[in-house]
C-alpha cells in the first residue's frame, strides 16, 4: 500500500512538471491595450554541446530551424532562430510586400543601440559575434508596427 501512494505521488509530480514548462507572455500597446498573446515553451535542459551542434554553420552562413521564436506582426511571419545563440542569428520575413520597409534594430538591455539594419524576404542573417554573452533586445519597424524579441548570446 504505502508503495503504491508513493508512486502515485511520483507519478503526478512528474505530470505538474511536464505541463509547467510552458509560460504565457502578453504584449501591450501603449494605451495598455493586450495586442498579443504568445505561449512559450521551455524544453529539456540540454548541454552546451547539443546547443553548439544545433546552432548556425558560420562558414556556410545556412540558417538550421531549431526551435524557432515565431510571431504575427500585420500580415507578417516572423521566425528568429536560434535563440539562445552563440552570435549568428536568422531572421525570416515571410508576407510582407515588396515595397515594404522593414528595419531591424539590435539594442541593449540598458536601450543602446548596437545595430540597425534593413531586413528583406526570405532570411536575412544577424552576426552578433562582436557583442559579449548577455540578452539583447532585436526590434523589428514596419510602418507604424513595432515587434520586439528578447535574445540571448552565451
Do not use: W
Not at 62 to 89: A, C, F, K, W, Y
Not at 104 to 119: A, M, N, P, R
Amino acid at each position: 500500500m504505502k508503495k503504491t501512494t508513493i508512486l502515485t505521488i511520483v507519478f503526478l509530480l512528474n505530470v505538474v512538471f511536464l505541463y509547467a514548462q510552458c509560460s504565457v507572455e502578453y504584449s501591450y500597446d501603449y494605451a495598455g491595450n493586450r495586442t498579443e498573446r504568445q505561449v512559450i515553451c521551455l524544453g529539456t535542459i540540454r548541454s552546451a554541446e547539443e546547443f553548439i551542434e544545433e546552432d548556425l554553420d558560420v562558414d556556410d552562413r545556412n540558417i538550421q530551424p531549431s526551435e524557432p521564436v515565431m510571431s504575427l506582426m500585420d500580415n507578417l511571419n516572423i521566425r528568429i532562430t536560434p535563440n539562445p545563440t552563440r552570435g549568428l542569428i536568422g531572421v525570416e520575413i515571410e508576407g510582407a510586400c515588396e515595397t515594404d520597409v522593414l528595419m531591424l534594430t539590435v539594442c541593449s538591455i540598458g536601450g543602446k543601440l548596437l545595430q540597425t539594419e534593413v531586413l528583406k524576404l526570405g532570411i536575412n542573417p544577424i552576426d552578433l559575434f562582436g557583442y559579449a554573452n548577455g540578452h539583447y533586445i532585436l526590434q523589428i519597424n514596419s510602418g507604424n508596427s513595432r515587434k520586439e524579441f528578447k535574445l540571448i548570446k552565451y
